[in-house]
């Protein structure tokens, strides 16, 4: 079913109601899912969170490769056909705690194929074990690492917390500016956690919407993270960062999600600074609904869109899988 959208230009916001068959399947998981709320914690999570990741339905046509690059051991994900000298640089979720680069390439990989663009997912440092700025240093390492090999355009993507990794290097590579540092020509975050504060109003409007989240799960996450650094440190909340410079960037999110306020009030605060960027929120929807991808029509859709936008971004034109494939 083909969605339908509003648009409010005001605001750089687009909303996309949900379709009658994502709500009766919306229905059904939050049945199975609603029982487990807030129960992911600690390191004891990253077992059963992998697990979930690795259901995501394999991309058609996508290889995959362990390599290292910046000294960042991870994994590629090439779609066929792909040209040189153009990649994605993915930041997984999973909360600064948990998560893989073996767990996310099948998601990736479609993002992959769906931009046409050879993609890499890093394995950065976690938490408890490694503190704030471990992850931070890792993603940069890895960015600049494939600046090294040759890639001259090079695109962010990351989800949850890896959404929050993405734009932290968004904005440390517009601070370094005057360095000569090569810059990022775009960003795709996906539920991204901006605010480690934990501020934002959706926590109490979406409390009960969210079928995984709970604030005092979240709060202990984010302490074994930060190890007593300052929350609003612009380094570990995007959302406190300075926004001039910054390349285009789209955000998705779901109206259902606690992080929900996380998405719109960054995307508002970077528009006011004249950045290009526009947040789309989905009805109905939850956190990390992108992994539907075969299921879901939003989530189908939504691929669709980064995909467009990222090959506009890199200069490609979008790879369109075949009818029957």
């Not at 046509?61 to 994605?88: H, K, L, N, Q």
């Not at 999973?94 to 997912?121: D, M, T």
């Not at 930060?226 to 380094?235: E, K, M, R, S, V």
């Not at 992994?291 to 936008?309: D, K, Y």
């Amino acid at each position: 079913m083909q969605m339908t959208t509003q648009q409010n230009r005001e605001t750089e916001r687009t909303w996309h109601p949900i379709s009658k068959e994502d709500k009766a399947a919306m229905t059904a998981m939050r049945a199975i899912i609603q029982p487990n709320k807030g129960r992911l914690q600690g390191t004891a999570a990253r077992e059963p969170f992998d697990a979930i990741m690795s259901r995501v339905v394999a991309p058609v046509a996508v290889t995959f490769a362990p390599d290292t690059v910046g000294g960042v051991s991870g994994w590629w994900c090439r779609p066929e056909g792909v040209r040189t000298g153009r990649a994605i640089l993915h930041l997984h979720g999973g909360w600064f705690n948990w998560g893989s680069a073996q767990a996310y390439k099948n998601l990736v990989g479609h993002i992959a194929a769906s931009a046409g663009i050879e993609a890499f997912v890093p394995d950065y440092r976690l938490a408890p074990e490694h503190l704030f700025p471990a992850a931070t240093e890792d993603v940069r390492a890895c960015y600049l690492g494939l600046i090294e090999r040759g890639f001259s355009r090079v695109a962010i993507t990351g989800d949850s917390a890896g959404g929050n990794l993405a734009l932290g290097l968004l904005h440390l590579a517009a601070a370094q500016r005057a360095s000569g540092s090569a810059r990022p020509v775009a960003a795709v975050a996906l539920s991204p956690v901006t605010d480690l504060a934990l501020t934002g109003g959706s926590w109490e409007t979406r409390a009960t919407a969210d079928p995984y989240f709970v604030r005092s799960q979240v709060a202990e996450l984010v302490r074994s993270y930060l190890g007593g650094h300052d929350p609003a440190d612009p380094l570990a909340s995007p959302l406190y960062g300075k926004f001039a410079g910054l390349p285009p960037i789209r955000v998705h999110v779901g109206d259902d999600e606690v992080l929900l306020d996380d998405s719109l009030r960054y995307v508002e605060r970077a528009v006011a600074a004249g950045v290009d960027a526009r947040v789309d929120v989905w009805e109905g929807m939850p956190h990390g609904f992108l992994s539907g991808i075969g299921t879901l029509a939003a989530s189908n859709q939504a691929l669709e869109e980064i995909g467009q936008f990222l090959a506009d971004r890199l200069s490609l034109s979008p790879v369109r899988p075949k009818k029957g494939d």
